[in-house]
């Protein structure tokens, strides 16, 4: 450098650039952790079994009125869901009426099975990964909520294989006599979601883990006494659950079979009666809410320090829409539907305090309730429930795909969806539930199984 250029404006330049650069430096050390680094990609998965738009609808007019707005309505992202299962048979070929087994499969491995099936292959009773496993194994936390008992096909799809959904406990295990631990199969579902160990298993089922292990190291053992030998807590009520603190893995069982619905039933009719309200106060102090299980589901899930978090997938699910649907139970869906909806809430307020959260509420398949004309509600071949709504209007709930008396049955309509966070926006338009699968793998980060062929429909 020439020594004519040391003048003492070149020396002023000089002292600017280097505190400039030590600034930078400076603000770019201390700014790595806020701006360049991802947030943590959590999934929470809220499924509504047996919720199509009929029952949204009915759940809307009744709570808020035609012109009133659920949470679920709020949600920035809306698309529609196909739902079909495959045929056992011939699975090139759709079976179009999908039971909760098979849709919970396809959304929990990316892959469709015939009905009853959870997680295995059709034909063949190979078992398929599933996400929970996937993020388990890749050192996420997980979790599993249900109203109905654990064992049930929905969160069942989540963590167990077996050829036939209603394998609940060692003492069901006739329908599935290779899944036997004594053959040297994987055993029932309630010994499989304690064997696949998420992080939170809260809902029914206590009669299932009461059941004796039949063989294998635990045998004899309890199932819940196994599940606590491996680790977890035990709760049985809402009190015990709303006090626990973050820690061990916790098992959450809060009924025999599956937690009461929310709101008292009411009786569908033929001829149609008169127009009544709903009646809350249905479930048993003892058993939490679908949003008291949630929360807990969440406060266990969240990290202490964002910033080492693994992220986490939560499966929570509103159990009983469909089962009360089944028994023409207007009330008993509402009061499940709207309870839901509060859980709607209280994920998004979670996904909203951490953005690297993906919020998807979906049904699994629609159901039997229409909206008919009052006017015309004696014509219905079927039963009726008439409701005064929110709006002081009636409104006439016809269930007619059985005969009186029987079993109401599932329906094969698109399903709508709801959606929010990162990736949201693919969900918007005509999906499968398929997509969601491979949607959530994605945004978890995790590679694609060594065993899955089927290509996602990219929406
Ligand atoms: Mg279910
Ligand atoms: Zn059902």
Same mark, same amino acid.
């Given at each position: ?56 609808? *009915? ?46 499969? #396809?959304? %929990? ?9 959870? &997680? ?35 969160? &069942? ?14 003492? *069901? ?53 196994? &599940? ?26 809060? %009924? ?39 929360? %807990? ?51 998004? #307020? ?44 009636? *409104? ?27 990736? %949201? ?35």
């Amino acid at each position: 450098m020439h020594p004519r250029s040391l003048t003492p404006r070149f020396l002023a330049a000089s002292i600017l650039l280097l505190a400039t650069l030590a600034q930078g430096c400076t603000a770019l050390r201390w700014s790595a952790p806020d701006e360049h680094r991802q947030p943590t990609p959590n999934v929470i998965l809220l499924i509504a079994d047996g919720l199509g738009a009929p029952g949204l609808t *009915m759940a809307r007019n009744y709570h808020v009125g035609a012109n009133g707005r659920l949470a679920i309505d709020q949600l920035p992202v809306h698309g529609w869901c196909t739902t079909h299962a495959v045929r056992e048979d011939d699975p090139a070929r759709p079976d179009y009426v999908t039971d909760s087994a098979a849709s919970a499969t #396809a959304i %929990a491995t990316g892959r469709k099975t015939s009905n009853r099936r959870l &997680a295995t292959e059709p034909q063949t009773d190979a078992a398929i990964p599933t996400i929970l496993e996937q993020a388990r194994d890749a050192g996420l936390r997980t979790g599993l909520v249900s109203t109905a008992s654990l064992a049930d096909a929905t969160p &069942a799809a989540f963590a167990a294989h077996v050829n036939y959904r209603w394998c609940y406990d060692p003492a *069901m295990m006739a329908g599935c006599p290779t899944f036997t631990k004594m053959s040297g199969g994987l055993g029932s579902i309630v010994e499989q979601l304690v064997d696949a160990r998420p992080d939170v298993l809260l809902g029914g089922g206590m009669v299932s883990f009461r059941q004796r292990i039949a063989a294998g190291p635990d045998a004899g053992r309890r199932v819940v006494e196994a &599940a606590r030998a491996a680790g977890y807590r035990v709760v049985d009520s809402a009190d015990e659950l709303g006090g626990l603190e973050p820690g061990a893995p916790v098992l959450g069982l809060f %009924a025999d079979g599956n937690l009461a619905p929310a709101w008292k039933p009411s009786l569908a009719s033929f001829p149609p009666g008169e127009a009544e309200r709903c009646e809350p106060g249905n479930r048993p102090p003892r058993q939490p809410s679908f949003t008291a299980m949630l929360e %807990a589901a969440l406060r266990h899930l969240e990290p202490a320090r964002a910033d080492r978090a693994p992220g986490f997938f939560l499966m929570a699910e509103a159990a009983m829409i469909d089962k009360q649907a089944h028994v023409a139970d207007a009330c008993g869906q509402i009061g499940d539907t709207v309870e839901f909806d509060e859980g709607v809430a209280l994920a998004r #307020a979670f996904a909203e305090r951490h953005p690297g959260t993906l919020l998807i509420v979906v049904g699994d398949h629609d159901h039997t309730p229409q909206i008919v004309d009052p006017a015309y509600a004696e014509y219905s071949p079927g039963i009726t429930t008439t409701l005064t709504t929110f709006d002081g209007s009636p *409104m006439t709930i016809a269930y007619a795909t059985s005969f009186f008396g029987l079993r109401q049955q599932h329906t094969a309509s698109q399903r709508p969806l709801a959606a929010l966070g990162p990736a %949201a926006e693919r969900l918007g338009g005509l999906v499968d539930h398929a997509d969601l699968y491979h949607l959530m793998r994605e945004h978890l980060g995790l590679a694609r199984p060594a065993a899955g062929g089927d290509e996602a429909l990219q929406p």
